[in-house]
């Protein structure tokens, strides 16, 4: 027996808070757990430049999402149910419905992306702005700082960057068991010398 749309469109306006409600869950601990990698990602780029990251907002970031995720408490399984619920969610046949209805569709427009909008950046700070304050500086304009000082593009700061810390891991690999950190720092600047 077929579903009549009216009820299809029924059905679909009922099962959208609900829908909505557990998606929402989801992505607000998928949101913290990657705004975590990305933290540590900013902070190991900025080490890698000299860069304090103390003296940025990228450990208070860090920190903030880390206390998200144990407030929840976060746990592998929690991340597998997750990862396997954004895989099979398939709530298009709601959208699709809702939509249907007498509803204002706006125009599509053109969403910036996160490539873009960081190749946006990396462009100014290789040409308009070399002296900047890092201190007030977003995670993003942060990361976007980082790249801009190994390339043009995303793809070319990130092929100068891996080359860079496979360097600077064969000289910290190379430090003894009992080393100190006057033996850390002459190996981060033999790295630098090159």
């Known amino acids: ?24 869950e989801v992505e607000r601990r998928v949101g913290w757990r990657e705004e975590v990698e990305f933290c540590e990602h900013v902070e190991a780029l900025l080490r890698l430049e000299g860069v304090d990251p103390e003296s940025t907002c990228i450990l208070r970031q860090l920190h903030e999402a880390e206390a998200q995720l144990a407030a929840i408490p976060d746990t592998p399984e929690l991340k597998e149910a997750d990862e396997a619920y954004l895989a099979r969610l398939d709530t298009r046949w709601v959208d699709e419905e809702w939509r249907r209805g007498r509803h204002y569709r706006p125009p599509p427009r053109e969403e910036k992306t996160f490539e873009s909008e960081v190749e946006r950046l990396m462009g100014r700070y290789r040409t308009d702005l070399k002296d900047i304050d890092l201190t007030t500086r977003s995670p993003l304009n942060l990361y976007a700082w980082c790249l801009s000082r190994h390339g043009a593009t995303i793809e070319e700061a990130v092929a100068d960057i891996a080359e860079a810390a496979k360097d600077l891991l064969l000289f910290v690999d190379k430090l003894p068991d009992d080393s100190t950190e006057e033996d850390i720092e002459r190996a981060l600047s033999a790295v630098e010398n090159q």
């Not at 469109?9 to 929402?24: D, G, Q």
Request: positive net charge.
């Open 1 to 24: 027996m077929a579903i009549r749309p009216s009820d299809r469109r029924r059905l679909a306006r009922l099962a959208i808070p609900l829908v909505a409600a557990k998606r929402s």
